[in-house]
């Protein structure tokens, strides 16, 4: 009786060895098609894709391990996703204004540049919109007599201090302009 159960016990135990044997296989098998699919997902190169799968096949576990640890960060399609967002980024900070002086950005409304005094807009004198420094005309309220390039100051009405000293000031200026005349 201890002989045939011996004999069944082998063919059992011979059954499992098989099957887990082939399911190993199997195993290994899915890992190194996984390694380099997702190499090839990872680098265009076909020697690091087979290197990937090679690693895998010659070192079972230790080689799953390693490809982990050196495979590239990204994948290709993050890498021009990334670098779209980066495109765009750069397309954005280059489409807003930059001085012509020190070329920093600027803001649309500003009439100077506050680094480096450049004249960037000048203001109608009628409306006092923002109008570009070679315009002759105001688009906004059709006043043709807007100089080109002029830099036109926005006047802020400074009361005179003493009504007094005027006079003298003018009658000082008239000798002054009679002599220049002359
Ligand atoms: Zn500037
Ligand atoms: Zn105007």
New binding site residues.
Partial sequence: MSLPTLDTLVSYLTIVAAVMGALLAALWLSLIIWAFRDMRARSRDPFAQLLAALLVAALPVVGIVIYFILRPPETLAEAYERALEEEALLQEIEERPH??????V?DDKWLL??????RLKKACPDCNSLLELQWNLCPYCGNHAVDPYKANVVHTAVPAPNPLPEPEETEEADPVSETELQ
Avoid at 99 to 104: A, D, E, I, K, L
Avoid at 113 to 118: D, L, S
Wanted: proline residues 15%; charged residues 10%; glycine residues 8%.
């Fill in positions: 001085c012509p002086g020190c070329s920093r600027i540049c506050p680094h480096c005094h450049t």
